[in-house]
């Protein structure tokens, strides 16, 4: 069915917005915002930009890889053995790398 947007509206259409109206204003009233802030959320949880990090210490556990694991030549991932595309002088590269 075409509709004509160039005509004009009817009545009918001029009462539903004006119902619609009405009723985005009261449900705007009716939302009370409350906000539940974790002590994490306070400012001194929020790290800046360019804040001095230096006297954090970061702890890491490497995990080496498996047997059936590769690391790809192309974008460094570790990737599962089902993956290898190419292999080239000892060097892998993954199937979304040679794709």
């Not at 409350?34 to 400012?43: G, K, N, P, S, Y």
Request: overall charge negative.
């Amino acid at each position: 069915m075409a509709t004509d947007y160039d005509a004009p509206r009817t009545k009918d259409d001029d009462q539903a917005a004006q119902s619609l109206e009405a009723l985005q204003a009261s449900r705007a009233g009716a939302h009370n915002a409350v906000i539940d802030l974790d002590e994490a959320d306070t400012a001194e949880g929020i790290d800046l930009p360019g804040a001095d990090l230096s006297a954090e210490e970061l702890v890491v556990t490497i995990v080496p890889p498996r047997q059936d694991e590769f690391t790809c030549m192309s974008c460094f991932l570790i990737r599962h053995r089902s993956q290898i595309a190419r292999e080239k002088d000892g060097m892998k590269y993954c199937r979304d790398c040679e794709s």
